[in-house]
């Protein structure tokens, strides 16, 4: 037999066992159907009344199953992840870090941010442009020979 026949008779017993599979597969996928317990029960995540009502019974009424027992812990993490984030802000608003980064990044900056924007902040502290002609032989040779030098004047007591 050759090659060519084998395939063509498997694909033929194929189409004829996935006929057969596709009669009988709703009543399959009924009985393998696993509950994970994924589906969604409960109010949505947009209704925050409803969902403050179960976050309140977490504290003060005990779970009948399971199920009741997910749905408060799924409402109580709305109004925690809140709470946690309003926390932090608020630390770091009352106590922020003394970094420089901070300094110049905060919040708080911002206004400064701004008023340099448009009204123009003040001088640099480094130069924007080229500095003036220098002499840089002659003040090496100062520095090394006389350990200061001459424009500066003397740095005796006595004077």
């Not at 109010?43 to 403050?52: K, S």
């Not at 027992?69 to 709305?78: A, M, N, T």
Request: contains cysteine; hydrophobic residues 40%; positive net charge.
């Amino acid at each position: 037999m050759s090659l060519l026949a084998a395939v063509a008779r498997g694909r033929s017993s194929t189409v004829a066992s996935r006929a057969a599979l596709a009669q009988r597969s709703p009543l399959a996928l009924r009985q393998a159907r696993r509950q994970l317990g994924d589906s969604v029960v409960g109010p949505p995540m947009t209704d925050l009344g409803a969902n403050a009502k179960y976050a309140l019974q977490f504290f003060t009424k005990n779970p009948m199953s399971y199920g009741e027992f997910k749905q408060q812990c799924v409402s109580l993490r709305i109004f925690a992840l809140a709470a946690v984030n309003l926390g932090i802000c608020c630390a770091l608003f009352c106590d922020p870090p003394k970094s420089s980064y901070w300094m110049r990044m905060s919040p708080t900056f911002y206004y400064s941010h701004l008023k340099a924007l448009l009204v123009g902040g003040p001088s640099p502290v480094f130069l924007t442009e080229k500095a003036e002609q220098t002499d840089v032989p002659g003040i090496v040779q100062q520095l090394t020979t006389l350990r200061r030098l001459e424009s500066a004047g003397s740095d005796s007591e006595d004077e």
